[in-house]
């Protein structure tokens, strides 16, 4: 069974940076794009970023965190991270991460395996 541990919020100042983590674990696929997505109270979850399978592979945002944020991975470690940079109070969310087929799948919100418990990243302005 698929293992999904997120890491790495906390509360930030707006303007601030964070960086969340998530690994992998129990996974018997691992040539898979991986992604992050965020909910935030009361509304639905959204896609943020995505990443392609392999080391240098192309990256997908969602509009709202583009310029901002920066998805990368370590396929060696089956970790997969999120930069987050310039901090809005609108980015509060619990953020979870997920596997999909390709970016585009992950863009559309087509993911593979159960949700982890996510990590909550709260900004304040």
């Known amino acids: 069974q698929v293992e999904l541990v997120e890491s790495g919020g906390g509360l930030v100042q707006a303007g601030g940076s964070l960086r969340l983590s998530c690994t992998v674990s129990g996974a018997t696929r691992t040539n898979v794009a991986m992604g992050w997505f965020r909910q935030a109270p009361r509304k639905e979850r959204e896609f943020v970023a995505a990443i392609g399978r392999k080391f240098g592979a192309t990256t997908k945002y969602g509009d709202s965190v583009k310029g901002r944020f920066t998805i990368s991975r370590d396929n060696a470690k089956n970790t997969v991270f999120l930069q987050m940079n310039a901090l809005k109070p609108e980015d509060t969310a619990v953020y979870y991460c997920?596997?999909?087929?390709?970016?585009?799948?992950?863009?559309?919100?087509?993911?593979?395996?159960?949700w982890g418990q996510g990590t909550l990243v709260t900004v304040s302005s």
């Open positions: 997920n596997a999909g087929e390709t970016t585009v799948a992950l863009a559309a919100s087509a993911t593979l395996w159960d």
